[in-house]
C-alpha cells in the first residue's frame, strides 16, 4: 500500500469505514472462498505475491483442464424435448454437427460449473411439463422468470414458456470459481460460446437486440422484453452488495435472483455483466435529489475562489479561531442575549450577527422599555429564532432582496481537492441552498439553524453564505481594490466583511455615497462608500483620531444599534428607547446605552448613562489617558457627552 495512503485517507473521509467493512486480508479469503487456493499457493516455489494473482492463475488453469464432454443421452433428451416444439425448425437447425458439438459442449460445462455454486435442480415433474417444455420451479404464475433464460414455444398461440434444462441450462457468465471475477480473453470465448447456443432456437420467434457488451442476444417474447428494465434495476441493486470487479471494460458481479419462498433451495449464484455506467446512475439519483431541494454542493472551483476572496489565496487556511466559533449565546443570567466569543478574530462577523439578534430582540415591536428591559433575558427558543430571523435578515440584504444562498455543512466531502489548493475540511463539505423568497429563506435558516448556534463552522458557513449571496464577483466589484481579503491579518474582519453583513455590500468605506480624487486628470480614483440609511449602524475610534470619518447613514441608522470599532476589535453598543434617534434637542438628551463585548469574558450588565454636552474641556485635559476608548466612540455621534458607567468598572 505504499504511495497509496493519502488515497486511503481521502477514501475513509468520503466513505468512512463500517464495522461491517473488510479490513483484514484473512477476512477477505474466508468470504470469497480461496483459503485452499492461498495454502497451495503459499508452498509453490515461486507463490504469487497478491490474492487477485492467485485468482487469476487459478481460472487460467482451470480454463485449459475444463473436460468438455457431455453424456449423449442427456443431449439426445434434450433434442427430443425440443423437437416435441418445433419439430421442423429444430431438424433443419440439428443438421449443422458443429452447431450440435458447440451446445453441447457449453451446456456440459455450465452444468459442471454450478455444481461448484449451489445444488442443481431437480429433474421436473409431469407437473412442471407444460406443451413439451420444461418449466423452471421459480417461475411465478404469469411465466416470468426472476432470471435471464430462453424460451422454447409459440407466441402466436399461447404465452411463450420458460425452458431450464438440466444439460441445456445456459446462464450469461456462469462461474465455478470461488469469486466472480475472471480474464477479459476467458470472457471473450464464453461470449463467443453465447452466440452458439442460441442457433438452436426457431427465428421467427426472435427479437434481436443490441446487449452492454456488444454482441447480439435473442429475446423470444415481449413479457421478457417488458421486464429487461426492472430485472437490470434488480441486478444493479444485488451488485452493490456482493459485486467483485476484475479489469476490463465489462464487471464481472454477482447477482442472487430473487425467487418463491417455495423455490429458496433452487436458487443459484448467477454472473451478470454490470456495464461502467452504474457511478452514472448514482450520480443522477444524487442529482434529482439535490434538484428537489435546490441545493448544489461545493465544486472546487468555487471553492478556489472564495480562498482567494476571504483570505487572498486558495493555498491558504483558515485560522483555527474561524473554523471553532459558532453563534453560542451566553448562560450568563443578565447576558442571555449575548454571543460568546471563544478568541480573537472573527469578532466583526459576530458583532454583526449580535447587532441584527439585538434589533430583532428588542426593537422591533412596540413594547416599552420597560418591556424590552425584560426581554433581555430571553429564553433559549427566543433567542434562537432572533438568531435566525438575524441571518435571514443579512443573506436577505446581501442578495439584493432578491435571492440569498445559504451554506450548510454536509458532514463529508462533496469533492476531491487537487492541484494547489489547500484541503482543510470546511469548504469541501459545504452544500448551497438558494431561495428567491425571504418567507422560504426563513425557514430554510430555522431548520439549519443549530449549524450557525452550536456547530464548529456556524461563523464561518454564515461568512461564505453571505458572499455567495452576494456573488463572489460583485464583491470584488464593491472594493476599491479587487484584490482585497475579507478577512485580513492575525485573521481580523476588513472594513469590507462587516460592511458586507451591515449594509449587504462589500465597500472599503463608511461614508456616505462615493468619492472620486483628482476628478478631471483622467487618473482618478473612486472610493465607494455607503449608499443609503441602515437598520444598524456604526461608530468607530478611527474618526476620534481623524483617520476617516464614519458618515450619517451609521452614525443615525433606523435603530438604536451600533456595531463599535475599538482597538482593532468589534462589539455592540445599543439602546432600548425606540425615539432615541429622533429627539431634536440632543443637547438636554439624557439616556442609557448598554454594552456588551463577547469577547471580554463580561460576566455582568454594562449600563451606560449618556448626558449629551456635559463634557468639559478642562476635564479632558485632566483625565486624557485615562479615558476608556468606549467613551471617545460614544462623542463621535454624542459630542462633548458625559458618561457614567454607573459602577461598573470602565474598560480602558
Known amino acids: 500500500m505504499q504511495g497509496l495512503k493519502r488515497t486511503i485517507a481521502c477514501m475513509d473521509e468520503e466513505h468512512p469505514r463500517t464495522h461491517s467493512s473488510i479490513n483484514i486480508r484473512s477476512q477477505l479469503r474466508q468470504i470469497l472462498h480461496i483459503e485452499d487456493l492461498y ?3 503459499k508452498v509453490q516455489s515461486s507463490p504469487l505475491r497478491t490474492l487477485l494473482e492467485i485468482i487469476i492463475r487459478h481460472h487460467i488453469e482451470g480454463a485449459k483442464d475444463d473436460k468438455m464432454a457431455c453424456n449423449e443421452s442427456e443431449w439426445l433428451t434434450s433434442a427430443l424435448i425440443i423437437s416435441r416444439v418445433s419439430p421442423a425448425k429444430t431438424s433443419l437447425q440439428m443438421n449443422d454437427t458443429n452447431t450440435e458439438r458447440a451446445a453441447s459442449v457449453l451446456s456440459c460445462e455450465h452444468t459442471e460449473l454450478r455444481s461448484h455454486v449451489s445444488d442443481v435442480s431437480p429433474t421436473p415433474s409431469d407437473a412442471d411439463m407444460k406443451g413439451g417444455s420444461w418449466v423452471d420451479a421459480s417461475v411465478n404464475e404469469k411465466g416470468q422468470s426472476k432470471a435471464e433464460h430462453f424460451v422454447v414455444g409459440e407466441p402466436e398461440k399461447k404465452p411463450p414458456e420458460i425452458i431450464r434444462s438440466r444439460p441445456h441450462r445456459i446462464r450469461r457468465g456462469m ?26 432456437l426457431p427465428r421467427k420467434e426472435e427479437d434481436t437486440t443490441q446487449s452492454r457488451d456488444g454482441l447480439s442476444v435473442t429475446r ?20 452493490e452488495k456482493v459485486g467483485d470487479t476484475t479489469p476490463g471494460r465489462h464487471d464481472r458481479t454477482i447477482v442472487r435472483p430473487k425467487t418463491q419462498p417455495h423455490a429458496q433451495h433452487l436458487s ?18 444524487m442529482k434529482t435529489g439535490s434538484a428537489a431541494a435546490r441545493g448544489h454542493p461545493m465544486d472546487q472551483h468555487t471553492a478556489s475562489e472564495l480562498k482567494a476572496v476571504l483570505l487572498g489565496s486558495c493555498a491558504k487556511c483558515f485560522s483555527v479561531e474561524w473554523r471553532n466559533q459558532a453563534f453560542t449565546f451566553s448562560e450568563t443570567h443578565d447576558l442571555r442575549y449575548g454571543i460568546v466569543q471563544k478568541k480573537g478574530g472573527p469578532c466583526g462577523v ?5 447587532a441584527f439578534v439585538l434589533k430583532k430582540l428588542l426593537l422591533e415591536s412596540t413594547d416599552s422599555a420597560n418591556t424590552r428591559l425584560q426581554s433581555l433575558r ?35 466531502n462533496v469533492f476531491t481537492p487537487s492541484g494547489h489548493y489547500k484541503c482543510e475540511g470546511v469548504l469541501e463539505k459545504v452544500t448551497c441552498f438558494t431561495v428567491d423568497s425571504m418567507t422560504e429563506l426563513q425557514v430554510l435558516v430555522e431548520q439549519h439553524v443549530d449549524q450557525f448556534e452550536t456547530g464548529e463552522l456556524g461563523c464561518l458557513l454564515l461568512t461564505v453564505s453571505a458572499v455567495l449571496s452576494r456573488s463572489i464577483a460583485k464583491v470584488r466589484e464593491d472594493m476599491d481594490v479587487a484584490t482585497t481579503a475579507l478577512i485580513g491579518a492575525h485573521g481580523y474582519c476588513t472594513q469590507e466583511l462587516v460592511n458586507l453583513l451591515l449594509v449587504g455590500q462589500a465597500v472599503s468605506n463608511v461614508f456616505d455615497g462615493n ?5 478631471g486628470k483622467g487618473n482618478s480614483t473612486l472610493l465607494k462608500g455607503i449608499k443609503g440609511p441602515c437598520n444598524v449602524g456604526l461608530l468607530s475610534l478611527f474618526e476620534h483620531y481623524n483617520i476617516f470619518k464614519v458618515g450619517d447613514y451609521l452614525k443615525n441608522p433606523r435603530f438604536p444599534v451600533w456595531v463599535v470599532c475599538s482597538e482593532s476589535h468589534f462589539s455592540v453598543l445599543f439602546g432600548l428607547q425606540g425615539g432615541l434617534l429622533t429627539n431634536q434637542d440632543e443637547k438636554q438628551l439624557a439616556f442609557d446605552l448598554y454594552y456588551y463585548d463577547g469577547l471580554a469574558n463580561q460576566q455582568e450588565e454594562i449600563r451606560l448613562t449618556i448626558s449629551v454636552g456635559k463634557w468639559t474641556e478642562s476635564r479632558e485635559d485632566a483625565d ?17 457627552a458625559l458618561v457614567a458607567w454607573n459602577d461598573t468598572e470602565p474598560i480602558l
Open 39 to 41: 495454502r497451495k499457493n
Open 175 to 200: 462461474l465455478a470459481g470461488p469469486i466472480a471475477s475472471t480474464l477479459q480473453e476467458s470472457n471473450k470465448q464464453r461470449l463467443s460460446r453465447r452466440v452458439a447456443a442460441p442457433q438452436l
Open 220 to 239: 423470444l417474447h415481449q413479457k421478457g422484453s417488458e421486464k429487461s428494465s426492472s430485472d437490470t434495476t434488480q441486478r444493479v441493486q444485488a451488485s
Open 268 to 285: 443459484v449464484m448467477v454472473l451478470d455483466d454490470v456495464d461502467d455506467d452504474l457511478p452514472e446512475l448514482s450520480n443522477m439519483s
Open 350 to 354: 459576530l458583532a454583526s450577527i449580535q
Open 378 to 412: 430571553p429564553t433559549n427558543a427566543a433567542r434562537r429564532k432572533c438568531l435566525s430571523l438575524a441571518v435571514a435578515e443579512v443573506l436577505w440584504r446581501a442578495g439584493e432582496e432578491k435571492e440569498a444562498t445559504v451554506a450548510i455543512n454536509t458532514g463529508r
Open 515 to 519: 468619492v472620486e480624487l483628482d476628478p
Open 624 to 640: 486624557a489617558d485615562l479615558i476608556p476608548p468606549l467613551e471617545l466612540c460614544i462623542r463621535t455621534r454624542w459630542k462633548d
